[in-house]
């Protein structure tokens, strides 16, 4: 499979482990298949290995997600091979989805944790609200467009997050200070910043993760249409799934019927297909 690289030439530590990372080629899902079942049936650490290494420099992609707390990268990225390596191991193959759709979950969970111990020596708090606040509180202040947090914005964010004012307060009192410039260097020995590494591509994790919803989308609907009869069936795959789909005039045609009883059976083929729970959970835009 094509290797695709998605940071510059290697010039300081961190870009000399991107350069590793980027050199190892991606899976193909049938490599992982093979890999995965390997390790999930026979404990082969081979096959394991491989797939954490195949992985890691979509570690990287989400830890680079969480830069701004102000912790070093290395060790968010350290964080999140560990999250990686607990994926593979409890990664079921038979599941039918990729690794990564899976480990990301886990990724983030010890990069997150790892902030959440390391953000200060005055303990942030463990409580639900206390975690909603902490990796949330950016967010909602950017989508309500607030810079310096008044208290009028503070019970705007208290109500976003249904949480207490007060709760809100003590967090952006301690977040208060703590962003990190993209013009800063990535460590005291290393003259690469932050923004040497930011890509404009797509971040493959996405890109795997849509692309494995369409596949299951496709899976679901095959199998949907088993409820479906003959007429019903062929109009949606012919006209509906097909890339380049038949016209109501060439359906009719084919059956023998009018084309408003072509569109009138389109319409009721895909009222039942919203119906069917595995079909109707996928957004539309799929």
Request: charged share 30%; glycine share 4%; aromatic share 10%.
């Amino acid at each position: 499979m094509k290797n695709t690289s998605y940071y510059p030439a290697p010039t300081t530590t961190m870009s000399l482990y991107m350069k590793n990372v980027n050199g190892i080629p991606l899976l193909t899902r049938e490599e992982e298949y093979e890999l995965a079942v390997r390790w999930y049936d026979d404990k082969d650490l081979d096959a394991a290995h491989q797939l954490v290494v195949s992985n890691l420099r979509f570690v990287v992609k989400v830890a680079y997600e969480y830069v701004h707390y102000g912790l070093k990268l290395m060790d968010l990225i350290q964080e999140g091979n560990i999250g990686l390596m607990q994926a593979v191991k409890k990664f079921n193959p038979y599941k039918g989805y990729r690794l990564i759709s899976y480990a990301v979950w886990w990724i983030r969970a010890y990069i997150q944790n790892f902030i959440i111990k390391s953000w200060s020596l005055v303990k942030i708090g463990t409580t639900q609200a206390q975690k909603k606040l902490f990796y949330k509180m950016k967010q909602v202040k950017n989508a309500l467009g607030i810079d310096e947090t008044s208290e009028e914005d503070i019970s705007a964010i208290a109500g976003e997050l249904d949480v207490n004012d007060d709760v809100v307060r003590e967090m952006d009192q301690r977040l208060a200070g703590r962003d990190l410039s993209l013009n800063a260097t990535l460590g005291n020995d290393d003259e690469a910043t932050y923004i040497d590494f930011v890509s404009e591509d797509p971040v493959q994790e996405s890109i795997l993760i849509d692309e494995e919803e369409r596949h299951n989308l496709k899976d679901d609907i095959r199998q949907a249409l088993k409820s479906l009869n003959e007429k019903e069936s062929y109009i949606i795959t012919h006209r509906v799934m097909a890339e380049k789909g038949m016209t109501l005039q060439e359906i009719a045609d084919e059956f023998g019927i009018s084309r408003e009883r072509v569109r009138q059976i389109e319409v009721g083929a895909l009222k039942k297909l919203r119906n069917i729970p595995q079909i109707s959970h996928y957004r539309e835009d799929v």
